[in-house]
């Protein structure tokens, strides 16, 4: 073999060796780059207990009668976005308790104004001052 032929085998070699160097790196880079994306999808997907979307209104019939019993409806309309034991740790006054509800009910909780009654009456003499 002669020397040019020589020299031209061994370019040609390390060329492919390079190329192989390149297309190893980029597949680490993607890699790198896909496990930091996961990493952020899931640091943004926990961490909070407040729903980042309003539940779908339930739209009640007019001749359904709300809910009577203020622990019920604790349970069934405040515990979709938090554990009912929030309010059973404060102690506010009806207006506080009724301000609360209100805030609630803007944020997506879906109360008729007679269960919203029913629910702050409850509040107010279960964790009232």
């Known amino acids: 073999m002669s020397s040019i032929t020589k020299a031209r085998s061994t370019c040609d070699t390390a060329g492919r060796d390079k190329a192989k160097g390149h297309v190893g790196l980029a597949v680490v880079t993607l890699i790198a780059v896909g496990l930091v994306l996961m990493a952020v ?3 943004c997907g926990s961490g909070s207990d407040e729903p980042t979307q309003a539940p779908a209104p339930e ?3 007019p001749e359904q ?16 976005c938090h554990s009912a034991d929030r309010a059973r740790q404060v102690t506010k ?11 609630m009910i803007n944020r997506g909780a879906q109360l008729t104004e007679a269960e919203k009654t029913v629910l702050v009456d409850y509040l107010t003499d279960a964790y009232g001052p």
């Open 41 to 43: 999808l899931v640091a």
């Open 65 to 80: 009668a709300p809910a009577q019993d203020g622990a019920t409806l604790l349970e069934a309309r405040c515990s979709t």
């Open 93 to 103: 006054t009806r207006d506080g308790w009724d301000q609360t509800v209100t805030s």
């Open 59 to 61: 739209t009640a019939s």
